[in-house]
């Protein structure tokens, strides 16, 4: 069998020159070129031979020890110790014969035929690559093949004839190869390119072919120290690595001199050699090895000497270091193993910045300024590898003025310059701090301070309090600070007067407001109180007539076992995060009073956002007091139920109802009404809204003559968002809504008129949010009505604007979308071929290319499948189904196709459901319905508000979705509830729902 592994191909550019008639300096030009070639013949049989031994090594396995560059190439040793010179040189050029000049007596010679160039390559067969010359196999004299790793052909010139030879037997016979004269140099155009990598070599000839073979690295033992200092009895690791070693590597160790030795190895390349000395230490040697397996040894051997240790200060003092902070330099003169530890509680200010490697040692220590009030001490100590401490260095350093009081009164701690304040009568107290951490318990006490007072850190990313702050009576302002509460914080038990039990702090305090509304603000502040059973901030008691709201603003709760505790408290709680805090509450509101505004601020990781308990008379408001723009991910309200009482005298803004699992639901009157996990009671409905859309990310719901859309996120909606819209010249302003869904990914939201005749129906498009403001389509009916539904097949690049005529014409427009563009004027379809065409509502939904169905909201109706040809649709088939539909839709989920169908009513507007049925896509519309019944079908009822109200209504429209892996069922229903769930898909069957969202329309 033959197989054509490798074709290396030599590409040697032996230019030979015509015969030309006797001519003296014709003869004297050949015979230089001749003797240069004869000078090339050397180099060029080396390159021939090294690329022999690359065939050779590809065959046996052999690898690559060494690679050494030279001038113009690289030496190759082999793993058998051969080496190979590689020239890296250009690719060769043919030679061209030069026309013989006049002879004596005759006329000019011919031109000389153009050098033959012979081309040697190597070809695998039956596993043995073999000679080739000019495409056939180089044979010997009985005939056979001559295996490329035998023998490397040899070239000569023969400088009588002019001619090349080649010999095959070591240059016992020769074989005419053609006139010969070189140009370029034939030693240059082997090789092309060497490439040394991690763990091959890779040969690259002129022609661009090339292989590799394994770079065997060098195996070696390596320790950074062969001469160890130690100390009597003591033991010290010496830790070392090998060099080339893999897993078949062993590292093996004996002692002389009563030396005790052990190798502990991490991995085959690494590991540590323990030695233990003995009592008196006396000289010995450790001798270490590491074998590879395979043939190669690496010996060191370790000479042992009784340790020394001086560490002296060379600059600075170690015994006083600046309290600005400083650098000082170590030196250290050892001749043992060591390492340096930083005192843990030090690490903080004192940092090993250098290590200057000498015969002495230098270690740099960068220590920075103290600002924490107090002064501080710190170790660094010098230790062996077995724990031993060598030598100790203490830095000890005084508290820097790093407190400002009005830009010229220094201090060194934070109360020294609030008490300074206390004795100020005009002006400002403004406070301020160098970076750095300090750690004490502050009181702000507004019977002694009387001017303004701010303390400000300037960056919380760099200003630091590990303690508490208090603030009695007092409009004290807290910015730009990180404030780490300990667990030994204050907890504030007796600072309300009078004592009153239920408000009084029992649990430590990062900042706490006595005597609220005297509108203390704290602001641009990172609040750390992860320790068990502490507040963040803890703001009481508003008895005393004050009537300035507590700020807490852009403040952030990393971590909080609880946020805010308030109580009777006027606060304004704006812009801050509150990110897993307790499990009880982020926020609690309590107490007789209150007067507290939320707004701007995100909830996350927590079961509760906001408690609101036993609040009596007091004022709530959330957002701008008509709409909540706080977010709640995944958490929510809660309150006890007096709270919301009819007694209470409590005001939410806006009005919030009360759910019996304590959740509190915030209703905003021009908004939808968002119940999570829960029914709300029933509230009176309006007629603005028949139709809605989903797509990946939002719900939008058109209000039909307000010119808007409501928008909120999908599943579980935290809250609502309007969207403008101005289509105008309909009879509706804002009636139809459909989604587009892109190529690529993302959608956008078509929305469109109610048109009739004479007036316009006009289609926009929304995307991200934001309103096109030319119309998508504008078109003026011409008796018509369209915009009561629309729908969109296809994709935004390629797709269809659909909207049926409900009157008597009954017939379908589309407009063709190419690359986002609609067409100016639509495609119309002959009357619908039906007998019952129904009225209101009705939407055509593509199947496939050849049918669609055809939904309305007649009672009694039962939509028809629509078979399309060209513009029309012809030959319908009924459902047979036996209910009335307002809606049918088509979704993939789980992998699987479904239809979907929804009735709309049946007598007085009732049994408002979802049917579901598993299609094949691979059939027909009709032959997937074909035989098929209700009992076929998954039923989803659909749950109006409040628990007698169940399946009690029809519904308009129904959208289903498959969104990250969850699937999505939403309607409107009758008398405009927006219902919500989730679906579960398991082989084909459908059940649900899950939690609902009910939306009443409310007063839209």
Request: aromatic share 8%; glycine share 10%; net charge negative.
């Amino acid at each position: 069998m033959k197989k054509a592994l490798l074709g290396i191909m030599m590409g040697i550019a032996l230019i030979v020159v015509g015969c030309a008639k006797y001519d003296d300096s014709a003869l004297q030009d050949r015979v230089t070129k001749l003797e240069k070639a004869v000078k090339d013949l050397q180099g060029l049989n080396g390159q021939i031979d090294a690329l022999r031994k690359l065939v050779e090594g590809s065959e046996s396995g052999l690898t690559i020890t060494n690679v050494t560059p030279i001038d113009g190439g690289f030496t190759i040793t082999f793993s058998d110790n051969s080496k190979y010179t590689i020239i890296s040189g250009k690719d060769g050029q043919d030679g061209v014969g030069t026309p013989g000049p006049a002879g004596p007596t005759g006329p000019s010679g011919d031109p000389g035929a153009n050098g033959k160039t012979p081309e040697i390559s190597v070809e695998l067969v039956d596993g043995v690559y073999y000679w080739k010359v000019d495409g056939e196999f180089l044979k010997d004299a009985s005939g056979n093949k001559v295996p490329a790793s035998s023998v490397a052909p040899l070239f000569r010139i023969n400088e009588t004839a002019g001619r090349w030879e080649v010999s095959l037997d070591g240059g016992k016979t020769w074989k005419d190869c053609g006139p010969a004269v070189t140009t370029p140099d034939p030693v240059d155009v082997i090789f092309s390119n060497v490439e040394v990598g991690e763990e091959y070599v890779t040969f690259t000839l002129t022609d661009g072919t090339s292989f590799k073979l394994p770079l065997e690295k060098p195996f070696a033992l390596v320790f950074a120290k062969t001469t160890v200092g130690i100390e009597p009895g003591k033991s010290v690791e010496l830790a070392y690595t090998v060099e080339g070693a893999d897993e078949a590597t062993v590292v093996d160790a004996i002692a002389t001199g009563a030396y005790v030795v052990e190798v502990k190895a991490t991995d085959y390349k690494s590991g540590a050699v323990k030695v233990t000395a003995p009592d008196p230490v006396v000289a010995g040697r450790a001798l270490v090895w590491a074998d590879n397996g395979k043939g190669k040894t690496s010996l060191k051997a370790i000479s042992f000497e009784a340790g020394e240790m001086s560490a002296v200060v060379v600059a600075g003092d170690a015994a006083a270091v600046a309290p600005e902070g400083d650098k000082i330099e170590v030196a250290v003169t050892s001749n043992m193993v060591y390492e340096v530890k930083i005192e843990e509680t030090a690490k903080t200010w004192i940092h090993l910045v250098e290590t200057k490697a000498a015969e002495t040692k230098t270690l740099v220590f960068e220590l920075d300024a103290n600002t924490t009030g107090a002064a501080r001490s710190g170790k660094v100590e010098i230790v062996g590898t077995d724990g031993t401490v060598y030598q100790t260095i203490t830095f000890v350093q005084e508290p820097t003025d790093a407190v400002t009081l009005n830009g010229t009164e220094k201090f060194s701690d934070i109360q020294a310059a609030i008490d300074a304040a206390a004795a100020l009568t005009s002006g400002e107290a403004v406070i301020t701090m160098l970076p750095g951490n300090y750690e004490e318990n502050l009181v702000i006490d507004g019977t002694k301070i009387t001017v303004p007072i701010t303390i400000d850190g300037e960056d919380a990313a760099k200003v630091s309090l590990t303690g508490s702050i208090e603030i009695a009576r007092k409009d004290a302002v807290i910015k730009n600070i990180t404030v780490n509460v300990p667990e030994n914080a204050p907890k504030f038990e007796k600072k309300v007067e009078p004592e009153i039990d239920n408000y009084k702090n029992t649990w430590p305090t990062g900042i706490h407001i006595d005597y609220s509304g005297y509108g203390a603000v704290i602001e641009n502040v990172t609040i750390n109180a992860d320790a068990v059973n502490t507040s963040a901030i803890f703001v009481a008691y508003a008895a005393e007539g004050q009537n300035v709201k507590d700020v807490v603003r852009n403040v952030t709760f990393p971590k909080a076992n609880r946020g805010i505790q308030a109580y009777q408290a006027k606060i304004l709680v704006e812009n801050s995060t509150f990110v897993n805090a307790w499990t009880a509450n982020a926020i609690r509101l309590s107490g007789a009073g209150c007067d507290a505004v939320f707004t701007g601020n995100t909830f996350e990781g927590m079961p509760c956002a906001i408690q609101f308990h036993n609040l009596t008379n007091s004022t709530v408001v959330l957002g701008d007091g008509e709409q909540d723009d706080n977010v709640l991910n995944n958490t929510k309200y809660t309150a006890n139920k007096d709270v919301t009482a009819a007694d209470a005298g409590n005001t939410f803004k806006p009005a919030v109802q009360y759910l019996e699992d304590g959740t509190v639901i915030i209703y905003v009157p021009s908004y939808p009404l968002l119940v999570l996990k829960g029914d709300a009671a029933a509230i009176a409905p309006t007629t603005d809204n028949r139709v809605m859309a989903l797509d990946d990310e939002y719900v939008y719901l058109p209000l039909q003559n307000k010119g808007k859309i409501i928008r909120f996120p999908i599943g579980f909606p935290e809250k609502t968002e309007e969207i403008a819209v101005a289509t105008e010249g309909g009879l509706h302003n804002l009636s139809g809504i459909a989604v587009a869904d892109k190529a690529n990914g993302g959608s956008v939201i078509l929305v469109s008129t109610l048109a009739n005749s004479g007036k316009t129906f006009m289609v926009k498009k929304i995307e991200n949010g934001v309103v096109a403001e030319a119309p998508v389509v504008s078109y003026v009916s011409q008796g018509e009505r369209l915009g009561d539904k629309i729908g969109f097949a296809g994709t935004w690049e390629d797709g269809e604007i659909v909207a049926v005529d409900y009157g008597s014409g009954h017939r379908v427009f589309t407009w063709k979308v190419t690359n986002g563009v609609a067409a100016e004027a639509p495609t119309v379809s002959e009357k619908l071929a039906a007998t019952n065409e129904g009225n209101a509502f009705t939407e055509m939904v593509k199947y496939s290319d050849k049918e669609w169905a055809y939904s309305a909201t007649s009672m009694g109706w039962a939509p028809n499948i629509y078979t399309r040809e060209g513009a029309n649709f012809i030959n319908p088939v009924g459902y047979p189904f036996g209910r009335n539909m307002a809606s049918v839709r088509f979704f993939q989920a789980g992998g699987k196709d479904f239809m979907a169908f929804a009735s709309f009513m049946e007598g007085s507007y009732t049994n408002a459901e979802v049917a579901i049925l598993p299609i094949d896509r691979s059939l027909t519309l009709a032959e997937n319905i074909q035989g098929k019944s209700i009992a076929n079908c998954s039923i989803i009822k659909l749950q109006g508000p409040g628990a007698s109200s169940t399946n009690s209504m029809g519904c308009f429209d129904m959208r289903i979705r498959e969104v990250k892996g969850v699937v999505y069922i939403a309607a409107i229903m009758y008398d405009n509830y927006f219902y919500m769930n989730t679906l579960d898909i398991n082989n084909g069957a459908v059940s649900g729902p899950g939690d609902a969202v009910i939306v009443p329309g409310g007063d839209f």
